[in-house]
């Protein structure tokens, strides 16, 4: 009962319609990896938030992110390339009314989950020719912080900082 109230009294408030609609935006960045998502190119992501509750959107997600490099030692030329694809859905909760933001800013903090499509090919340059390895991992996990400017009520600068990829890109308002 103790847990029932406790989960009650956390998601009441949040449901309902909040003045400002957060969902029904598309979202598209470039990027930086680092650590496990590091990148030799920009990283491109793309999410489309959806209402889900006062404040909160969920949002579907696909990101790409390609790594490579060519390194010699010994007579030989080593390369090695490899794409990660998360999909998953990324939840955020919206700040503005509790900070009373200006309403050109937004703020969230946010979390995603899914998985990731992986795919390597390396070559040392080896008479047996390159190496493959393709699989999908159980789970890709992120958490985020991030902050949107509104140029107008259709377009906005978007800056999201997370744990693993940051972005910089646009927001498309329906």
Excluded: C
């Amino acid at each position: 009962m103790k847990k029932t109230l406790l989960f009650l009294a956390f998601i009441l408030p949040l449901i309902g319609h909040s003045q400002e609609s957060y969902g029904k935006t598309a979202n598209l960045g470039l990027g930086l990896g680092y650590g496990w998502y590091r990148s030799s190119l920009p990283i491109i992501h793309f999410n489309y938030e959806f209402d889900a509750a006062k404040n909160l959107t969920l949002a579907p997600f696909v990101t790409l992110i390609h790594y490579g490099y060519t390194q010699k030692w010994n007579g030989k030329k080593y390369k090695y390339r490899s794409t990660t694809i998360p999909i998953g859905v990324k939840a955020s909760y919206y700040f503005d009314e509790i900070f009373s933001l200006d309403p050109k800013f937004d703020i969230y903090l946010g979390a995603m989950i899914g998985f990731n499509l992986y795919s390597a090919r390396w070559d040392d340059d080896d008479y047996n020719g390159p190496d493959y390895d393709r699989r999908t991992s159980s789970l890709y996990w992120d958490l985020n912080f991030g902050v949107e400017y509104h140029i107008n009520e259709r377009i906005g600068l978007l800056l999201d900082l997370s744990t693993g990829i940051s972005t910089f890109g646009i927001a498309i308002h329906q």
